[in-house]
């Protein structure tokens, strides 16, 4: 049996709402009753991108993220995309320890995280324009379905 479902959501660029985004993502996933690993993973990753969003996309301004989610094909896809600055380079921007905001001490790892919690990740970003992180996740639970 093929299982699909799909969400979407659009919320303030708050820092608040960055564990708003968590809840979101989990209350969805775990419909699919992943492994607490599994779980956290994708927790941490949308974590990530949504503080990029927010910090980086938006800076001192306000404007909406958006986050969208499905589950298809036995993966979990997910877009959080903003309509901020968007990102110059994006390659250096996915170097580990590279952060266009030493003065907040951020660590330069959100690219790098995601990466590491996530089967696939690919960044689309044009200046001006804004930023789109699509993540992509197979569980081990949608085997089985």
């Known amino acids: 049996m093929k299982y699909e479902n799909e969400m979407k959501i659009e919320f303030s660029s708050k820092s608040q709402n960055e564990s708003f985004a968590r809840v ?30 927010i910090i980086h ?3 001192e301004y306000d ?3 958006y986050m969208y989610c499905k589950i298809t094909d036995n993966k979990v896809y997910i877009e959080i995309k903003d309509f901020g600055k968007g990102i ?3 390659d250096k921007a996915r170097e ?13 790892m959100g ?3 995601m990466e ?11 200046v001006g324009v804004g930023s ?3 993540m992509r996740k197979k569980l081990e639970s949608l085997e089985k379905l």
């Open 24 to 53: 979101v993502i989990a209350s969805f996933v775990a419909q699919l009753d992943p492994t607490l690993e599994e779980l956290s993973d994708i927790k941490t990753a949308v974590s990530e991108a949504v503080t990029n969003a």
């Open 132 to 134: 789109k992180i699509i």
């Open 57 to 59: 996309g938006y800076e």
């Open 96 to 108: 580990p320890l590279f952060t266009s905001k030493p003065e907040l001490e951020r660590s330069g």
């Open 63 to 65: 404007g909406q993220v």
């Open 111 to 113: 690219f790098t995280v």
């Open 88 to 90: 110059g380079d994006i």
């Open 116 to 126: 590491t919690f996530m089967d696939e990740v690919e960044v689309e970003s044009k």
